[in-house]
T-cell receptor, first 115, second 113 residues
């Protein structure tokens, strides 16, 4: 059974810092990994989708890396801003069988960027 | 713009009532999912459907029911058998293609009164 772990559970940084959020998964047979952002009381917004054949994916100040063999992904946020404050979730879909397509989520990292 | 629409945003249920949460997508995605989110417990899968007129139980299906009569729609009914329904409910869709990710709706917050 796939298990996804995110570290740290919470992170508070001053504005302008670069930061790294970590995600690890137990079953390396994944097709892709997706990072989401969730603001309080809102739905999930997709940030980056990184395929199993890719090492990195970038969007603006965000960079996601994937090391499938070691079961790890990182989300790097450059020059953090107060507007980046949110919960960040990583998720992987089950690779096959009858549960194909189901997402397994980590517990999330609560990020606070203070001015 | 394509996306997922969940309604209502807030829903209040009395004890013993059944309530239905709506989820509609115009993305032409094959698969649709319902997740429940509780503080400190992350997201848990309730039901999912990969094709019209077919659906599968997720990890916490007891007390819930769904239907998939149209590709665009996947309503979730929270029945009176669900003993602790107060939670945030999220609907998602995916084209069942590993090159594409999942799209989520904005959620429905259900409260038992």
């Amino acid at each position: 059974k796939q298990e996804v772990t995110q570290i740290p559970a919470a992170l508070s940084v001053p504005e302008g810092e670069n930061l790294v959020l970590n995600c690890s998964f137990t079953d390396s047979a994944i097709y892709n990994l997706q990072w989401f952002r969730q603001d309080p009381g809102k739905g999930l917004t997709s940030l980056l989708l990184i395929q199993s054949s890719q090492r990195e994916q970038t969007s603006g100040r965000l960079n996601a890396s994937l090391d499938k063999s070691s079961g790890r992904s990182t989300l790097y946020i450059a020059a953090s801003q107060p507007g980046d404050s949110a919960t960040y979730l990583c998720a992987v879909p089950n690779a096959g069988g009858t549960s194909y397509g189901k997402l397994t989520f980590g517990q999330g990292t609560i990020l606070t960027v203070h001015p | 713009d394509g996306g997922i629409t969940q309604s209502p945003k807030y829903l209040f249920r009395k004890e013993g009532q059944n309530v239905t949460l709506s989820c509609e997508q115009n993305l032409n995605h094959d698969a649709m999912y319902w997740y429940r989110q509780d503080p400190g417990q992350g997201l848990r899968l309730i039901y999912y459907s990969q094709i019209v007129n077919d659906f599968q139980k997720g990890d916490i299906a007891e007390g819930y029911s769904v239907s998939r009569e149209k590709k665009e729609s996947f309503p979730l009914t929270v029945t009176s058998a669900q003993k602790n329904p107060t939670a945030f409910y999220l609907c998602a869709s995916n084209p069942l293609d590993s090159n594409y990710g999942y799209t989520f709706g904005s959620g429905t917050r259900l409260t038992v009164v």
